[in-house]
């Protein structure tokens, strides 16, 4: 029997290869980009899921406010906060801090520059699960200056030496003992690491405060719960015992804090504070494109339905003969079974092999690296195995259930006709199709626009040409002034560069330099608010283009300036000023030192257009060593301008790697995530609109096909060929305009909370809907008038032959 199933199915795809290719294939698109989504989604949600005791630990990120405004969000908190918890809750059964830290790291002739590292507790290891492969875990970060490194990196340093007892130099000052070798760090964790110094040591430097206060931030703090604790209950306690420990202080300077407990299996995907410790995914973007994948092979299995139904009335008789002959119905719908499964069976194997030739540009396009390991992921089988059971009984038991329900006398006579309730399924069936599409078109395009407003927009501060490089780690400071000053001449010296520029931040991030408490020295501490400071020196706003409004800006002709700062117009807001004006000249109090304000500045973007105006405050630092800008004149080869730094970097600050970058490509990298996620946006819904055009194709060819006896008829009888492709169209076109009036209000709830996460964005005008609505009922009337207008000029003697 089953021998007799594939040899009918076989001859049923065979004899109609149109309906099959359009099947096959739409299927195999859906069935591949499906694939690859939910291996994307996969990927992005399993971060920090290796954990053993994931579901136990939390982070606790911290917010600020200031007279009740929230004004700062940080992955990294107070330095007292861990020890704090740990000790007033018996829930918390384990605690670990952690602080970042960069510099110069040497073992021999061997140097590299390190942004990777941080000052742990020694309980920083055991909470998360880590194992040695060299050394021993217990007490490897309890002494000070000791340290534990990945195996990458004992490689990088040590070669095949053990490194184990070895010393390893930071900025050529301290030498750290290597305790232990844990393995690399998986790629799927939020925290990644390459040395760990023990907290000890920082304690040293930064004296025993940074256990205890709550004014120094940038300390990722996690605690580890004992079974069964309710966490939002946890976190409830916490805010009642920091309003108690810290809250009356606080209150003083009109400010308060908070700590939220964020399950580390959410962090990746959940959160874009303040000193994250990498950048993160995007929840919302995830589930959009699962969303995306949803739809598509929704659409595949839509097309499948709807063209086995309408071909319902060519199956008619087959169906009749064989009741007659003495077919059962369960014979009949395990036929028409056995067509679905063997046709979905070809497209997954097609999907499959699709997935594998689209794997490198899917990677292109998310900045993912999944590999062609994920075939040894049991996941991958299964979903693949999920996808064809799916497909075969989501969109054949319909169409089986449907043609084997036909009465042999009724079909025998040639009395059987379409019903209407078929012709109102397959309606119902393409106004979804078109509806998912005409949501996903206006979707990319609302994300092109958006990416392409943020990067036209002035940012108010000028990043063009300009190279910069992160300043010395390893440096004599009692000649530093002198070098730097002789650095800076000779480099002005070069044809090709007129400016050099010292500074504690450039645009691009967010500075690292945030100062609350500050306040008009006339004024109650109820009155401080948070600021960001950049410190900067006396060529920094000339260079970057940030216009002087009100007063001056620093002069090496004033002595005086290095107790002066400049705000820019949202710190003047924020300071509670009406305008420039009244800025001037008045006195600040910043964390017990008093600064005239001398100058307003233009507020610019520091950050990308996601993100509001912050308030800054600029200080005056010329001798700082955190980032050198270089303005370079347009006609000048930057290559050339880059050998020549390079040099000199080596010349004057020896034992420092010269590591550098173009501003506007850095400024750019902040728009990275959201430009991956239109173009994968796009291309998925492009794929959308194809199988649901494949569909259409496949209904307006069965339909062209149904009618030729009548397109004949009223071809002789005078009809012309527009009054024909009127006639033949007007059918298909009501269901994709239907699916229009129902797609636009829901594209337009979905993108006003998607552009919520955008503090400058589009306005959501009409055009952004008519266009990809028009482009897309264009694309649907050129697929129908394919067959439409083959239909019309047929010969009409030959199409009153046809049977």
Known sequence: MIKNYFKIALRNLFKHKVFSFINIFGLSIGIAAFLLIVQFVSHETSYDKFEENGDRIYRLQQNRYNSGKLTTQWAAGAAGVGKAVKDAFPEVEAMAKLTPEEGVMSYGEKKFKEKRMFFATNSFLPMFSYKVTKGKLDNALTDPFTSVITESTSKKYFGNEDPIGKLISYNKIDNYK?????????????????????????????????????????????????????????????????????????????????????????????????????????????????????????????????????????????????????????????????????????????????????????????????????????????????????????????????????????????????????????????????????????????????????????????????????????????????????????????????????????????????????????????????????????????????????????????????????????????????????????????????????????????????????????RLTPNTSSYFSLKIEKNKDPQEIIQIAEKKWAEFFPGNPFEYFFLDDHYEEQYKADKQFGKTFGLFALLAIIVACLGLLGLASFATTQRTKEIGIRKISGASIPQLLMLLTKDFIKPVLISFIIAVPVTYYLLQKWLQNYAFKINLSPLLFILPALLILIIAIITISTQTLKAANANPVKSLRTE
């Open 178 to 618: 290597i305790t232990a070798v844990v393995p690399d760090v998986p790629e799927n964790s939020h925290l990644k690491f390459d040395l760990l110094f023990s907290f000890s040591t920082f304690l040293k430097f930064a004296g025993p405060e940074s256990e205890t206060t709550f004014d120094w931030d940038g300390y990722y703090t996690y605690i580890k719960v004992i079974p069964g604790t309710n966490a939002q209950r946890l976190e409830n306690k916490i805010k009642v015992y920091i309003d108690k420990k810290v809250g009356p202080e606080y209150k003083k300077r009109n400010e308060s804090v908070e700590y939220k407990l964020q399950p580390l299996h959410d962090i990746h995907l959940y959160s874009s504070y303040m000193m994250e410790a990498e950048v993160n995914g995007n929840g919302q973007s995830v589930y959009f494109l699962l969303i995306i994948a949803v739809f598509i092979i929704i659409i595949a299995w839509i097309n499948y339905i709807n063209l086995s139904t309408a071909r319902a009335i060519d199956r008619a008789k087959e169906v009749g003969v064989r009741k007659v002959m003495g077919s059962y119905r369960s014979q009949l719908i395990a036929q028409f079974m056995f067509e679905a499964l063997l046709i979905n069976l070809f497209s997954v194997v097609f999907a499959f092999v699709l997935v594998l030739i689209s794997l490198p540009l899917f990677n292109s396009l998310t900045g993912n690296e999944l590999n062609f390991s994920l075939l040894l992921q049991w996941q991958f089988w299964l979903t693949l195995v999920l996808l064809f059971a799916g497909g075969t009984l989501l969109a054949g038991l319909y169409p089986a259930f449907i043609m084997s329900s036909f009465k042999p006398i009724t079909v025998l006579k040639g009395k059987f006709t379409r019903s209407k309730q078929g012709t109102l399924l397959r309606q119902s069936l393409v106004i979804i199709q078109f509806a998912a599409s005409v949501i996903l078109m206006v979707g990319t395009f609302c994300v092109y626009k958006q990416v392409n407003f943020m990067q036209s927009q002035e940012l108010g501060v000028n990043i063009e040409k300009t190279l910069v490089f992160g300043g010395p780690n390893v440096i004599d400071t009692a000649t530093y002034k002198n070098r730097l000053k002789t650095f800076k001449t000779d480099l002005l010296s070069v044809p090709g560069i007129h400016k050099v520029i010292t500074s504690t931040a450039v645009p691009g991030k967010k500075p690292g330099w945030n100062a609350g408490g500050i306040k008009l020295v006339e004024d109650g501490d109820e009155k401080g608010n948070q600021y960001r400071i950049i410190g900067i020196d006396y060529d920094f706003l000339e260079a970057y283009g940030i216009q002087v409004l009100k007063g001056r800006a620093f002069s090496e002709q004033f002595p005086t300036d290095k107790k002066c700062v400049l705000f820019n117009e949202e710190a003047i807001k924020l300071m509670g000023f009406k305008n420039a004006e009244e800025a001037l000249n008045r006195r600040i109090d910043f964390w017990g030192d008093q600064y005239t304000i001398i100058g307003v500045v233009s507020n610019h973007h520091q950050e990308g257009l996601r993100q509001p105006y912050d308030a800054h405050i600029f």
